[in-house]
T-cell receptor, first 110, second 113 residues
Framework: GQQVMQIPQYQHVQEGEDFTTYCNSS?????IQWYKQRPGGHPVFLIQ?????EVKKQKRLTFQFGEAKKNSSLHITATQTTDVGTYFC??????????FGKGTSLLVTP | DAGVIQSPRHEVTEMGQEVTLRCKPI?????LFWYRQTMMRGLELLIY????????DSGMPEDRFSAKMPNASFSTLKIQPSEPRDSAVYFC???????????FGPGTRLTVT
């Protein structure tokens, strides 16, 4: 079945450094979503990408959807301690429910 | 709207006991999802409902797990009997459409001793 893989699993950065997490699907996706989960919290929707090659920005966060619609990335510029958490990508499976990646846990040291 | 509501927030029980987790989705959302999250397996979809009807329960680990949605504003996930390996955080989520933005509840942290 369709799988969504994320790398890296963990990332530890100094505050002010950039951060990128990558998401790869075994199949073409109709859309890809990104969620953030703070420690002890629940996943919160960040954004959805639908079009091939789409790029969206939210302040210091930049999201990209690959041309083949099988991969995506989330880039954070100049990380802050408020960026700490786990970032998940999710894409619809063959039954159209979402498959979540294992997530990338980001730790930011002041 | 208050968002997705789950209860209890924490549950500690002994092996063999029955556990019932509850969820109230956002009003007007036609889809309700139950997930389990562990360090080892990540976020797993257990079952989802559309208009109160279970559509896909292929993620339910075994017969000890059951879920119901008697009406549009309430769902339960039951584990009977519970086992230590069921210890996890269980999330309920709801959405207006199947493959788009989901709203998660705060989760129930279950510990089975």
């Amino acid at each position: 079945g369709q799988q969504v893989m994320q790398i890296p699993q963990y990332q530890h950065v100094q505050e002010g450094e950039d951060f990128t997490t990558y998401c790869n699907s075994s199949t073409t996706l109709s859309n890809i979503q990104w969620y953030k989960q703070r420690p002890g919290g629940h996943p919160v929707f960040l954004i959805q990408l639908v079009k091939s090659g789409e790029v969206k920005k939210q302040k210091r966060l930049t999201f990209q959807f690959g041309e083949a619609k099988k991969n995506s990335s989330l880039h954070i510029t100049a990380t802050q301690t408020t960026d700490v958490g786990t970032y998940f990508c999710a894409g619809p499976n063959s039954g159209y429910a979402l498959n979540f990646g294992k997530g990338t846990s980001l730790l930011v040291t002041p | 709207d208050a968002g997705v509501i789950q209860s209890p927030r924490h549950e500690v029980t002994e092996m063999g006991q029955e556990v019932t987790l509850r969820c109230k989705p956002i009003s007007g959302h036609d889809y309700l999802f139950w997930y389990r999250q562990t360090m080892m397996r990540g976020l797993e979809l257990l079952i989802y409902f559309n208009n109160n009807v279970p559509i896909d329960d292929s993620g339910m680990p075994e017969d000890r797990f059951s879920a119901k949605m008697p009406n549009a504003s309430f769902s339960t996930l039951k584990i009977q009997p519970s086992e230590p390996r069921d210890s996890a955080v269980y999330f309920c989520a709801s959405s207006t459409t199947l493959a788009y933005e989901q709203y998660f509840g705060p989760g129930t942290r279950l510990t089975v001793t």
